[in-house]
């Protein structure tokens, strides 16, 4: 990217936030439409075993930290909500231990409707998980049929019930559209119907086909045309911003003062350590050498078996300047607020100038702004952001 190299600012690593992802590989059913890493649970969880190769997995991954606190845990899956309260007591504890975190750190999990009741909502209380993500998907028990969940919309319903009253203020309701047999009357429906259950965060985001699911092999029929999905998208989204829902992301809407930290540090090209099978992380090296990459093996037993040691996964790292350009505008570009070109040189230890020229030809077109120091997505570059990103990325890698 000799184009645009210019001479970096170097980075301060302790001004950039870091989180921690926690991988939980187990589901009771796999559903067609889904590609992360997960697989069906036969007989029962081994929790002690896996507990004990989280915490080895921390071990080894927190001299990497340079001393920061975590300011997020995400805990997801897989379905973690079919390992117990205990468990969970047991691996914040130790996750404590390892790793300094914030006074007021935000801790997530992810739960299926069919899998928690309100004393377990309870225990997760108890072991510190102050923000639950329920798996909502639709408020249609036709839909949730089409697309394989294996709870209906009583059980969605009575979720969001019972977290509110084991105490959880946060709470994240995940809803989809396009799907199969879905009209825009019923995506409108599910929107008004989820604002009723009225959690602090929706994320409302379009159901995709990707590569080695089920659907993707063999894709469901009177799946919506792309004129439906824009619709879908759009009323959707107004009838959120009218229900007190900010839009602050292609696909996350919250009232204020609700929004997803462990997320938006992603999105805002922050570090975290990912631990659990098939777990990512991504940490800042000191002195402007680039990033070091951490990647565990997928597979369960394995993951069991070497957590802790070299054979675990693999830590590379990523010094190239193209690669770093585009994943930052790939996240932060998502954000409808959009970011300051400080944040871009604070988290790459690269000149603002750059960022302004490689994005220059976007913002003549109306993609994007460039006023004040700040980048902003356009409407008309939210919608197309693959395009714009596409294009972007051919000019860096010139």
């Known amino acids: ?10 980075y301060n690593v302790e001004r950039i936030p870091l989180t921690l992802y926690v991988h939980t590989p187990w589901c009771v059913r796999k559903c067609p439409y889904c590609d992360f890493n997960s697989h069906e ?70 739960a299926n409707p069919g899998t928690i009741t309100e004393r377990y909502l309870g225990e997760l209380r108890e ?17 949730l049929s089409e697309i394989g969940r294996i709870h209906d919309a009583g059980q969605a319903r009575d979720a969001v019930a019972a977290a509110k009253r084991a105490g959880f203020e946060e709470i994240n309701v995940d809803l989809m559209f396009g799907l199969p047999g879905q009209t825009l009357d019923l995506a409108l429906k599910d929107v008004e119907q989820a604002m009723s259950l009225a959690p602090a965060h929706i994320s409302y985001y379009q159901l995709t086909l990707e590569s080695g699911t089920p659907f993707a092999r ?35 809407y919250a009232r204020a003062d609700h929004q997803c930290r462990h997320n938006r540090n992603y999105w805002e090209f922050g570090d975290y350590l ?13 002195g402007n050498a680039g990033y070091l990459r951490t990647r565990k093996t997928a597979n369960p037993s394995a993951y069991q078996r070497w957590a802790g040691t070299d054979r675990c996964g693999s830590r590379h790292a990523e010094r190239s300047e193209s690669n770093q350009v585009v994943e930052f505008l790939l996240n932060a570009l998502r954000l409808v607020d959009g970011f300051p070109l400080s944040l871009y040189a604070e988290r790459t230890g690269r ?22 120091g700040r980048v902003r997505p356009s409407a008309r570059g939210l919608r197309y952001l693959d395009d714009l990103l596409a294009r972007i990325a051919s000019r860096v890698d010139r």
């Open 127 to 143: 072991a510190g998980v102050n923000r639950l993500s329920v798996g909502v998907q639709s408020l249609n028990d036709t839909l």
């Open 351 to 372: 000149a603002e100038v750059e960022l302004e020229e490689l994005l220059g030809p976007a913002a003549r077109e109306g993609l994007i702004s460039l006023e004040g």
């Open 274 to 286: 990912g631990i659990g099978a098939g777990a990512h992380g991504k940490l800042t090296i000191p």
């Open 41 to 110: 649970i036969s007989g029962d969880l081994p929790e002690r075993r896996y507990l004990s190769a989280l915490l080895s997995d921390l071990d080894s991954d927190a001299p990497l930290t340079s001393g920061r606190e975590l300011a997020a845990i995400f805990i997801g899956g897989g379905t973690p909500s079919l390992c117990s309260g205990k468990f969970f007591a047991a691996l914040l504890t130790g996750i404590g231990e390892r790793v300094s975190r914030t006074s007021d750190v935000e801790i997530t999990l992810e």
């Open 218 to 252: 063999q894709p469901p029929p009177r799946l919506p045309d792309e004129d439906r999905l824009w619709e879908m998208q759009r009323q959707g989204a107004e009838a959120l911003e009218k229900g007190g829902y900010a839009r602050y992301e292609i696909s996350a």
């Open 1 to 10: 990217m000799t184009e645009y190299s210019l001479r970096a600012n170097g």
